[in-house]
């Protein structure tokens, strides 16, 4: 009988861990007009390594060339909507919804419009 229950209980921490890991991907349109945005400190190089501390995310990588950023995350923890809104507040905008004025105020002369 207890190896019954243990071995179901094991069963359903291994699903639930298993669901877990699925994820998702999202591809943001985050335009910026500097022309060096993969060194920059305030622009691709902050997207990539600041969103890396919101839950949920997993892989952020920016394409310079068309000024989107493509996310990997897990949906049961993080929305698209509102990785778009963490995008605003580091001062890019993001698809439909624009940048946080404070954060867009700290970037770089050379990143703003």
């Known amino acids: 009988m207890f190896k019954t229950v243990l071995i179901a209980f094991c069963l359903i921490v291994v699903q639930s861990v298993a669901a877990q890991g699925k994820t998702e991907t999202v591809i943001i349109k985050t335009p910026t007009d500097c022309n060096h945005c993969k060194v920059c400190e305030t622009c691709a190089q902050k997207l990539e390594t600041d969103l890396y501390y919101v839950r949920g995310i997993k892989l952020v990588t920016y394409n310079e060339a068309d000024s989107t950023t493509t996310i990997v995350y897990k949906p049961k923890l993080i929305a ?14 993001a698809d439909h919804i624009p940048a946080d004025p404070k954060a867009y105020a700290k970037r770089d002369d050379c990143c703003k419009k």
Do not use: C, T
């Not at 509102?82 to 001062?91: D, H, P, V, Y």
């Open 80 to 93: 698209p909507d509102k990785i778009r809104q963490e995008i605003s507040k580091l001062g890019f905008d």
